[in-house]
T-cell receptor
Framework: ETGVTQTPRHLVMGMTNKKSLKCEQH?????MYWYKQSAKKPLELMFVYSLEERVENNSVPSRFSPECPNSSHLFLHLHTLQPEDSALYLC????????????????FGSGTRLTVV | DAKTTQPPSMDCAEGRAANLPCNHSTISGNEYVYWYRQIHSQGPQYIIHGLKNNETNEMASLIITEDRKSSTLILPHATLRDTAVYYC????????????FGEGTQLTVNP
């Protein structure tokens, strides 16, 4: 257990479904991130939140909608996904956005394995 | 942040030291070298980081060359559980700097 918990661990959804991924951290971190990892590809940064404000959206399609209600929770709402969106979705947190104090970098959750059928 | 180059794969015998190289020839003075690893279908795990000096912790040692253009991660006694993709990342410790992953090195520890 890393301190960052993601649920569910596995999710199968149809292209017309709406589902949400949840991430929770109790490390006292102020920044949270969503990454996507497709098969045989490097991790891709999707969204960055700092103190519950979205500070980065890396050209992610609108069918992915993040939400950060407080500094401990991060959601990724999914709707009308495509089969190519099947991937491992990883949440991470850090003390802050890279200033001194985050020298140990990011803490990752175990991910949600998403399959779109 | 500076780009890194790592071999795509390496093998190591169980119980032996695993030495994973990384080139970062364009590194600048305020950039740190980080190592993470990702065991299959899990999230990446922080291993170690350094700026100039060699570093050691309970997991590994990090050797950074004097010119800082390359580094080596050393797992002193590799076990089967060390089989993973190892990522070398160069990152500034300033506001707005993100953790960006490349392809990494797939280390396979063989019995």
């Amino acid at each position: 257990e890393t301190g960052v918990t993601q649920t569910p661990r596995h999710l199968v959804m149809g292209m017309t479904n709406k589902k949400s991924l949840k991430c929770e951290q109790h490390l006292g971190h102020n920044a949270m991130y969503w990454y996507k990892q497709s098969a045989k590809k490097p991790l891709e940064l999707m969204f960055v939140y700092s103190l519950e404000e979205r500070v980065e959206n890396n050209s992610v399609p609108s069918r992915f909608s993040p939400e950060c209600p407080n500094s401990s929770h991060l959601f990724l709402h999914l709707h009308t996904l495509q089969p190519e969106d099947s991937a491992l979705y990883l949440c991470a947190s850090s003390q802050d956005l890279g200033r001194q104090g985050s020298l140990r970098g990011y803490t990752f959750g175990s991910g949600t394995r998403l399959t779109v059928v | 942040d500076a780009k890194t180059t790592q071999p795509p794969s390496m093998d190591c015998a169980e119980g032996r030291a695993a030495n994973l190289p990384c080139n970062h020839s364009t590194i600048s003075g305020n950039e740190y070298v980080y190592w993470y690893r990702q065991i299959h279908s899990q999230g990446p795990q922080y291993i170690i980081h350094g700026l100039k000096n060699n570093e050691t912790n309970e997991m590994a040692s990090l050797i950074i060359t004097e010119d800082r253009k390359s580094s080596t991660l050393i797992l002193p006694h590799a076990t089967l559980r060390d089989t993973a993709v190892y990522y070398c990342i160069v990152r500034r410790e300033t506001s707005g700097s993100r953790l960006t992953f490349g392809e990494g090195t797939q280390l396979t520890v063989n019995p």
